[in-house]
């Protein structure tokens, strides 16, 4: 029988991987991750890769087995919390002393008729995988960051196929008017048509309906807004909100199940006013390093220090030579700084580069 605390992370996505590694540096302890995925790709590059670029991968048993963290990969069905155990797709079982639960996001297009049986997700890289060679007129639909990177990757790397980005606001119209006014001007330039102000009311085989009646025709349709998690926590009996999402104090244990933690974009994670962070891998990666120490200070019978947190900016790229870096204030609302161009392009580069050491390192 083991005397060791057993650690286990659910997800090895960034927030996992960043929990995982910091975990693994308490004494006495053993950490073990779970994930269906034998590879770990950068989600933040996943515009990238369906422009047909070569993005980092990371095997995950490699990469962990360095660490010292034991790597099961299998599909998580469920959480027995009584028991604390974990129940497998495989039908395995893994028992846990803590719970780390960071399961992630994926897309979801069942908003409108029709988007779940003509249009593609952009969100994991399973969704690149099932999307056939892409073909004729894009139609991107969402104006927020990732409509924007996606538009923008696929206009530039792929000039031979007419995009479109079909909006119900302003595409960036949250960031500052130097922000968004740059990311107008540079999808002008890279030849996206964009429509803003503009509701799609349903997809077909031959492309949208808005819902003024309009057709916007399209070959392939790509569905950047909205999401979905995974309903292992509903599942489970932990409570969540109405999308699914683990709601956790502000030590991030689950509100229902203590000795589960819960970081990244399946859990809402308040900040410093109190509003709900952004689901980004800006959110998950201080998360779970800040839940794997939480869990050292309790294990060694003290208060975990209170939670600090705060963004610095924003960053969405405009392909590979120019993009927008907004600056913003403790409250996440702009600030005046807005860095755009190659600058821009390089800068958020070395974040993305930064992000991804949490799987390479
Ligand atoms: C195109 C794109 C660009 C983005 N750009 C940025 C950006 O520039 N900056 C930023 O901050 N954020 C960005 N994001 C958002 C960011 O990728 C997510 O917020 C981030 O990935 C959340 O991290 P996570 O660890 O919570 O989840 P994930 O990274 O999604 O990891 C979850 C892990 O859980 C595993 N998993 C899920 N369900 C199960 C199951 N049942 N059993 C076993 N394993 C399971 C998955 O395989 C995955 O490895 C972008 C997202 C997209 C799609």
Known sequence: MTTEHRIVVLGAGYAGL????????????????????????????LHQALAGQQVPR?????????????????????????????????????????????????????????????????????DIGRMPALSGRIAVVGGGATGIEVASELAESRPDLPVSLISADEPGGWLSAKAHNHIRAVLDRLGVRVR???????VTADGLELVDGERVPAETVLWTTGFGVPRVAADSGLAVDPRGRVLVDDELRSRSHPDIY????????????????????????PAGTYAATAIAA????????AREYRYVFQCISLGRRDGVIQFVHADDSNARTVLTGRTAAWFKEQIVRMVGKVAQE
Do not use: N, W
Not at 29 to 44: L, N, Q, S
Not at 62 to 69: C, P, R, S, T, Y
Not at 264 to 282: E, K, S, T
């Open 196 to 202: 803003a102000d503009v509701k799609v009311a349903a």
């Open 298 to 305: 309790r294990l060694r019978g003290k208060e975990p220090a």
């Open 58 to 126: 990371a095997d995950l048993g490699e990469v962990l087995a360095g660490k010292g963290i034991e790597f099961v990969q299998a599909r998580v069905e469920r959480i027995d919390t009584a028991a604390h155990r974990i129940r497998l797709a495989d039908g395995g079982t893994r028992c846990y002393d803590t719970l780390v639960y960071a399961l992630g996001s994926s897309g979801d297009r069942s908003a409108v008729p029709g988007a779940t049986e003509f249009a593609y997700s952009v969100a994991v890289p399973e």
């Open 18 to 45: 960043s929990a995982a590694r910091r975990a693994a540096k308490i004494k006495g302890v053993r950490v073990t991750v779970v994930d269906a995925r034998a590879e770990f790709v950068d989600r933040v590059r």
């Open 262 to 285: 819960a970081v990244g974009d399946a859990a809402v994670i308040a900040g410093p006013d109190g509003r709900d962070l952004r689901m980004a891998c800006a959110t998950a990666i």
